[in-house]
C-alpha cells in the first residue's frame, strides 16, 4: 500500500487552530529516493503519486469497460462517449500517474494533445491504392496528394501505429490500479516514464514504416518495434538505375510496345487471375498509368509484376511472334525471365506488388515444368505477406486512419490469394503446406462484396455473350472453405502413419460428409447446374474450375481405400473398397464432363494453369480403370472419357509444358500397368483365377464390377443437368490405344519398384521418380 505521509506537526496552532496548509509540506518520513538523495521529501497534495485515489479510478475503469465491452458486443463499431465526471476524475488520476488514454482524446471537450504525443511521421504511412482516391470509401478519405508513394508531410502520430499494444497497455494498467502498487513500485525514480515501461513490455508485434515507406511487420521479439519508424536508416536501392544494365547484360532490354503489352494483360485477366485472384484490376491500370505518366512509384505496381502478368498472358498466344523477336526465347520465356530478373531487385524493398509478382512467377514455373523455383516463389510470397503485414486484420488501423478501407481490403484480398496458391501447390506436389494460420487474424473477403464488382468478359471477346459479374469474394470464400476442409484429413492420410485405421477411416468419412455439405451449400451464382439455366452461355471459366477441385478433392479422400487390404480397418468399418472404387470413378468421369463443358464454351486452349492436376487425377483413374481395354460398352464409354483427358492435355501442351509432361507421364504409365498385368494374368494361370474367384476382383481390371453400382458414366449431380452436352461421343478410331501421344511416348522410363497390385500402387500414389 502507499506510505501515508502526515502534515507537518506545527501545522496547528498553539491554541488548537487550525493555520493555513504550507504549499509543499514535508513528509513525516521520506521517501527511499528522496533518503538516497538526502532531499527533502516535500510534495504538493494534488500531485502526489504516493498517494493514489486507487478505488474510485479503479471504479471509473470498470465502469468504463464494462461499457466498451457491452457496446461492441452490440454493434462493434464507435466507442460511446464518456460521462463528464468520470472523464474528470479519469484524467486527473492517469495525469498524475504520467499515463495516457485513447479514450481522452476522443472526449468532446478534450482538445490537447496528449502528452509525449507532440511528435509525428515524416512520411506517409500507408501508401493507398489509386482506387482509393476521391472513392469515398468509409471510414477515410484521403486526398490526391496522400494517395500514392511516400509524403513528407506529417499525417498520422506515433502512437497511432501501435493500436493493439494500446489496448493490451490499457488492460494491464487497469489490473495494475485493482491489485494496488506495492510500496517498491510506487517508490520509483521521479524521472522515470511509465510509457517506456508498457513500450518494452508490450509482448504483441506491430506495423513499422521503413526506410522505403512501406508498412512491414515486427513481432515484439525483434526489438525494432521500439522505434515508431524505420525512416532513414537504409537507404534505398535505386531500381530503376540498376535494371536497365542487368536487362542488357541478359539481353532482356527490348521496349515492349505498350498496346502488345496490354494485350498480354488482358489475356491474363481474362482466364488465370479469375481462378487465383491476387490482382486487383483497377488498381493496377491506375496505378499503371501513374507510374508511367507521372513516374509515382505506387505499391500496386512495378515492371516484375507487370512482366509475370505478360509471362502467363504470353502463354495463350503463339511461341514466337512475328515483330517482337526473342528468338531463342518463347515469348513467354522471355517475359519470365525478365520478371524473374526484376523481381531480384525488388526483395531489398519488397511491396505488394512484388508478392503478386512471385504468386503469378510460380504459376509461370509451374507451367514450364519447373516445379521447385515454383514452390519456392510461391513459399516467398508467403513469407513476404507476414513481412508486410498482410496477415493483420486492418480494421484498427483503418479507424485510427492510417490505412484506407479500400487500401484494406486490397491487402485482404492479396493475403487470400497468396494462401490459396500455397494450399495448391501443396496438393499439387504432395507437399505440405509451410504457413501457420495460428498467427493469422485477417478475415476472408466479406460476401458480398462491399465494392462494385466487375464483369467477366472472354479476351478477345469472340463469344458474344454477356456473362455475369465475377463474385471474388464469394470464390475466394469457397475456395478456402474447401482447402480448410481437406487439410486435417491429408496432413494424415498422405503424411502421417500415427494414427489407427479405424479413426482415419472415421476422419475419411467426415471430411467426405463436409465436402458433400461445401457442394449443397454454394450460393447460387457458383453451381454449375444454375449457370446453365440463366441465359449465359456457360458457367464461368472459374467456376468450372472451382467444381473440378471438389471433384478432385473426392478422389484424394477415397483413392487410399480402392484397396482391399492396405488400410481397410479390421474388423471391417465403413461401407469399403468397392464404394472407394465407385465414388473415385464417378469423381473422374464428372471431372470429364466439366472438361466437356469448358470446351465447348471457351476451348481447351483457354485454360488456366490449375486445369492440369484436375485433368491429370481424372485420367490416372480413368487408366487404372481401362487397363487392358476390352470391347464391352461400359468399358468403351471409360475410354471415351479418357480420350477427353488426353485430347484436352494436347491443347493444354501448346499453353503450358506441364501439361505435355502429364500427357507423356500417363500414357507411359498407362503402357507399364498395362505389360504388368498381362504378365501376371499369363504367369499366374490358375493361380490368378482361383484368387479372383475367391476374392471377388477381377486381375485384369482395377475394379470390381460387381462392386460398381450402375453405369460407370452416370452423372454426378448436381453438376450437370439433363440435356447438358458434354461433346464426348468419339469414334472407336478416336480411342486412346491410337493416340499419338501415346504411340510415341517411350516404354521404358517408368519402374516401378515391386510387383505389388496395380490397386496397391495406386493406393499409394505416384511413384517418386516422377514427383
Not at 494496488?180 to 517506456?196: F, H
Request: hydrophobic share 35%.
Amino acid at each position: 500500500m502507499f506510505r501515508l505521509c502526515l502534515p507537518h506537526p506545527e501545522v496547528n496552532g498553539p491554541s488548537g487552530s487550525m493555520l493555513p496548509r504550507p504549499a509543499s509540506p514535508v513528509a513525516k518520513g521520506k521517501s527511499r529516493n528522496c533518503a538516497i538523495r538526502g532531499k527533502t521529501c516535500r510534495y504538493r497534495q494534488s500531485d502526489d503519486k504516493r498517494k493514489v485515489p486507487v478505488r474510485p479510478a479503479v471504479a471509473v475503469l470498470a465502469r468504463r469497460v464494462d461499457s466498451l465491452v457491452h457496446y461492441i458486443k452490440e454493434r462493434g463499431l464507435q466507442v460511446p462517449p464518456i460521462d463528464e465526471e468520470d472523464h474528470r476524475i479519469l484524467k486527473n488520476v492517469l495525469d498524475s500517474l504520467e499515463l495516457g488514454c485513447e479514450d481522452l482524446l476522443a472526449f468532446p471537450n478534450q482538445t490537447s494533445p496528449r502528452r509525449g504525443q507532440n511528435n509525428s511521421v515524416n512520411v506517409n504511412i500507408g501508401p493507398t491504392t489509386p482506387a482509393s482516391i476521391n472513392s469515398g470509401a468509409p471510414p477515410t478519405q484521403m486526398d490526391e496528394t496522400h494517395s500514392v508513394g511516400p509524403s513528407h508531410e506529417p499525417t498520422v502520430p506515433l502512437d497511432a501505429l501501435d493500436p493493439l499494444c494500446d489496448n493490451e497497455r490499457t488492460m494491464w494498467k487497469g489490473s495494475t490500479m485493482q491489485g494496488g502498487p506495492k510500496e517498491d513500485e510506487v517508490e520509483e525514480d521521479g524521472d522515470s516514464d511509465d510509457e517506456v515501461t508498457d513500450q518494452l513490455s508490450c509482448r504483441l508485434g506491430r506495423l513499422q514504416v521503413t526506410h522505403d515507406g512501406q508498412l512491414r511487420y515486427f513481432g515484439s521479439t525483434s526489438n525494432l518495434t521500439l522505434l515508431d519508424a524505420l525512416v532513414d536508416v537504409t537507404p534505398p536501392i535505386a531500381i530503376p538505375r540498376d535494371a536497365p544494365e542487368l536487362l542488357d547484360n541478359a539481353k532482356l532490354n527490348q521496349n515492349v510496345d505498350e498496346a502488345f503489352e496490354k494485350h498480354l494483360i488482358e489475356l491474363f485477366f481474362a482466364w488465370q487471375d479469375p481462378s487465383l485472384h491476387v490482382i486487383d484490376a483497377e488498381s493496377f491500370w491506375r496505378s499503371r498509368t501513374q507510374s508511367r505518366e507521372e513516374g509515382l512509384v505506387t505499391p500496386y505496381y512495378s515492371r516484375a509484376l507487370s512482366d509475370a502478368m505478360c509471362a502467363l498472358g504470353a502463354a495463350y498466344e503463339p511461341k514466337y511472334h512475328p515483330d517482337f523477336v526473342t528468338f531463342p526465347r518463347s515469348l513467354a520465356e522471355y517475359f519470365g525471365d525478365r520478371a524473374k530478373l526484376l523481381v531480384e531487385l525488388e526483395l531489398d524493398n519488397p511491396s505488394i506488388a512484388t508478392i503478386q509478382a512471385l504468386v503469378i512467377l510460380s504459376n509461370h514455373e509451374a507451367s514450364c515444368t519447373r516445379d521447385t523455383r515454383g514452390w519456392l516463389y510461391s513459399g516467398m510470397a508467403m513469407r513476404l505477406t507476414l513481412d508486410l503485414g498482410l496477415h493483420l486484420e486492418m480494421g484498427p488501423y483503418v479507424e485510427k486512419g492510417i490505412i484506407p478501407y479500400q487500401d484494406a481490403e486490397v491487402r485482404r484480398m492479396v493475403f487470400w490469394g497468396v494462401y490459396l496458391n500455397e494450399q495448391f501447390w501443396g496438393f499439387y506436389l504432395g507437399r505440405s503446406a509451410q504457413c501457420r494460420m495460428d498467427a493469422v487474424t485477417v478475415r476472408e473477403p466479406m460476401s458480398p462484396s462491399p465494392f462494385p464488382t466487375s464483369t467477366w468478359k472472354p479476351y478477345p471477346d469472340q463469344l458474344g455473350s454477356d456473362f455475369p459479374p465475377i463474385p471474388f469474394n464469394a470464390l475466394c470464400q469457397e475456395w478456402v472453405s474447401l482447402y480448410e476442409i481437406m487439410l486435417p484429413l491429408t496432413d494424415v492420410l498422405y503424411g502421417c502413419s500415427k494414427i489407427s485405421t479405424h479413426a482415419l477411416q472415421e476422419l475419411a468419412s467426415t471430411t467426405v460428409e463436409k465436402l458433400r455439405m461445401w457442394q449443397v451449400n454454394l450460393p447460387k451464382e457458383l453451381k454449375v447446374d444454375e449457370g446453365t439455366h440463366t441465359g449465359f452461355r456457360s458457367p464461368l471459366p472459374h467456376v468450372l474450375t472451382l467444381h473440378m477441385q471438389y471433384y478432385q478433392f473426392m478422389i484424394h479422400c477415397h483413392k487410399p481405400y480402392i484397396s482391399r487390404r492396405h488400410i481397410q480397418p479390421q474388423p471391417p468399418q465403413g461401407p469399403g473398397s468397392g464404394h472407394a472404387r465407385r465414388m473415385c470413378i464417378e469423381s473422374a468421369v464428372a471431372i470429364v464432363q466439366l472438361l466437356g463443358l469448358y470446351e465447348q464454351a471457351y476451348g481447351f486452349d483457354k485454360s488456366s494453369i490449375q486445369m492440369v492436376s484436375f485433368v491429370f487425377s481424372a485420367a490416372l483413374i480413368l487408366i487404372f480403370n481401362t487397363v487392358p481395354a476390352r470391347t464391352t460398352s461400359r468399358d468403351q464409354l471409360l475410354v471415351n472419357h479418357l480420350n477427353t483427358c488426353f485430347r484436352a492435355l494436347d491443347h493444354m501442351a501448346s499453353c503450358f509444358e506441364n501439361a505435355r509432361r502429364t500427357s507423356v507421364f500417363l500414357s507411359t504409365l498407362r503402357q507399364q500397368w498395362q505389360i504388368r498385368r498381362q504378365k501376371r494374368r499369363a504367369l499366374g494361370g490358375k493361380l490368378n483365377l482361383t484368387y479372383g474367384r475367391a476374392q471377388g476382383l477381377s486381375e485384369s481390371s482395377g475394379w470390381n464390377r460387381e462392386d460398381t453400382e450402375g453405369p460407370p458414366n452416370m452423372p454426378c449431380k448436381p453438376v450437370l443437368t439433363e440435356g447438358s452436352s458434354t461433346g464426348l461421343d468419339t469414334e472407336l478410331s478416336d480411342l486412346v490405344p491410337y493416340y499419338s501421344v501415346i504411340t510415341d511416348a517411350p516404354t521404358s522410363t517408368v519402374d516401378f519398384m515391386a510387383p505389388n497390385l496395380c490397386n496397391i500402387l495406386l493406393s499409394e500414389g505416384i511413384p517418386r521418380a516422377f514427383v
